[in-house]
């Protein structure tokens, strides 16, 4: 069964820093793309990240470039969001997703999404 458990979310202030994690079960991390996706309260929920499989590449939205990190521990079978310099507008409900294929195409769009996790709270007060 394909399992993703996302942590590390909180409360933080702006300029602040968190890292996610997304640990997978029941499928390879190497072998799939994993995207980061978040929901803010009201809005849609948007792709922020993928890391593509085999190699790792990774692709960022405009909005997080030179601020967020994602990466990828293949003996963990487990994904990272490093965030730096958070915004309050980056207040959101962040998932991670296993999603089609095996190399990111962008940096996630909900119609690749095979696999939810639950989520994690990010809250950056002002």
């Known amino acids: 069964e394909v399992q993703l458990v996302e942590s590390g979310g909180g409360l933080v202030q702006a300029g602040g820093s968190l890292r996610l994690s997304c640990a997978a079960s029941?499928?390879?991390?190497?072998?799939?793309?994993i995207g980061w996706f978040r929901q803010a309260p009201g809005k849609e929920r948007e792709g922020v990240s993928c890391v593509g499989g085999r190699e790792g590449s990774t692709y960022y939205t405009d909005s997080v470039k030179a601020r967020f990190t994602a990466s990828r521990d293949n003996a963990k079978n487990t994904v990272y969001l490093e965030m730096n310099g958070l915004k309050p507008e980056d207040t959101a409900v962040y998932y991670c997703?296993?999603?089609?294929?095996?190399?990111?195409?962008?940096?996630?769009?909900?119609?690749?999404?095979?696999?939810w996790g639950k989520g994690t709270q990010v809250t950056v007060s002002s």
């Open positions: 997703a296993r999603l089609n294929g095996i190399y990111c195409l962008t940096y996630g769009s909900l119609e690749e999404v095979q696999h």
């Open positions: 029941g499928f390879t991390v190497v072998d799939a793309p």
